[in-house]
């Protein structure tokens, strides 16, 4: 599979696909993905089709998944269509499937995506209620298809690894309030006498959005207890590929990137994450596929998931009524990279 060779015709091309194709700055992801392809095989024929037209935000994200397993030491059983990647260590044996949330679109195919507010209070109530009924469509849809039944799948974990694509940057927001929706509370934020930080998971009502009301809780559904884990990873980009290809040795040393955002902060009375900024260039640099990657354990799974897992990701787990995690020292919520190329002048 030649990806960034076109197949279709030129006004299919997605813009996106256009962009990452021919941008000198996207030059390392680029050869990293060449790269890749030929140790992905494309169950469905039609990867590269789709990755340049209608679904490349998808195809990516099973790009990104394929490179973070085999970081993990995880091989691949293909022989089936579904779920997306059977995962097989010496001791594990996992199911992992691929879960986008998309835009919006009217009967014609128009994005009717609704912008993501500005001002505070009501960016706080679309961050509370419309981004879980977003995440609660493709989730739930999953959820019907009851891979647990399928006789290759039974008697072991399922996965589900999402990622938003609903809106440019949409990720970002995954990581402050998707705890909310899978476990069904919401957190307040106190300090107490000796300026200590509490934090209390208190549960929540429905997510509330003009007309439309769903449950809350993806982890109470019917059926949801054979889905052991929802994992994400808001920096899981095209950037983060352009980065860990730069590593590699993939692409010109031209192209200079500055990776910059919020990180976990350890500091237990640290309400609010801490700034970070990397010389992507710089020698000492250093990143892993798993870095940013979450994983939500669901506390009624009739096949629970360890940490030995994905051992470098961050693990949160509901226990006794509140959120206990199990965070790496770095762990990235929010990032963008700042792609820095040569201006090329013509001689006169």
Not at 299 to 315: C, G, I, K, R
Request: glycine share 4%; aromatic share 12%.
């Amino acid at each position: 599979m030649d990806v960034f060779v076109p197949v279709a015709p030129a006004d299919h091309l997605s813009a996106a696909f256009l962009r990452v194709a021919s941008g000198e700055g996207f030059l390392p992801a680029r050869a990293l993905i060449e790269s890749m392809i030929p140790y992905y095989e494309d169950v469905d024929g039609n990867f590269v089709e789709q990755f340049q037209t209608t679904a490349l935000d998808a195809r990516f994200w099973e790009l990104y998944l394929f490179a973070l397993l085999n970081e993990q030491g995880f091989a691949f059983d293909r022989s089936f269509k579904a779920p997306d990647f059977l995962c097989h260590r010496p001791l594990d044996r996992v199911f992992v499937e691929a879960v986008t949330v998309n835009p919006t679109r009217s009967q014609a195919g128009i994005v009717i995506e609704p912008p993501v507010p500005t001002e505070p209070a009501a960016f706080l109530k679309c961050h509370r209620e419309y981004m879980p009924m977003k995440w609660s469509s493709p989730l739930t849809s999953k959820l019907k298809k009851k891979y647990w039944e399928l006789p290759h799948v039974r008697g072991f974990p399922v996965v589900f690894a999402m990622q938003d694509f609903h809106v440019p940057r949409a990720m970002t927001f995954l990581s402050h309030s998707i705890t909310s929706y899978l476990y069904g509370i919401e957190f307040v934020a106190l300090i107490d006498e000796k300026e200590n930080l509490i934090v209390e998971a208190i549960p929540r009502g429905p997510h509330e959005w003009g007309e439309k009301i769903i449950e809350t809780g993806f982890f109470s559904l019917p059926d949801s207890q054979y889905v052991s884990a929802v994992m994400t990873n808001p920096i899981a980009t095209i950037s983060k590929f352009n980065r860990m290809a730069f590593l590699a040795g993939f692409g010109t040393r031209s192209v200079r990137m500055i990776y910059a955002g919020f990180c976990h902060d350890h500091n237990p009375n640290a309400a609010i994450s801490r700034p970070f900024r990397f010389q992507v260039n710089h020698p000492k640099y250093s990143e892993t596929w798993a870095q940013g990657t979450n994983v939500f354990h669901n506390p009624n799974a009739v096949l629970p998931l360890d940490e030995s897992f994905l051992p470098d990701a961050a693990h949160h787990r509901l226990k006794n009524g509140a959120i206990r995690s199990l965070i790496p020292d770095f762990h990235p919520y929010q990032s963008q990279t700042l792609i820095l190329t040569p201006k090329r002048i013509g001689r006169p």
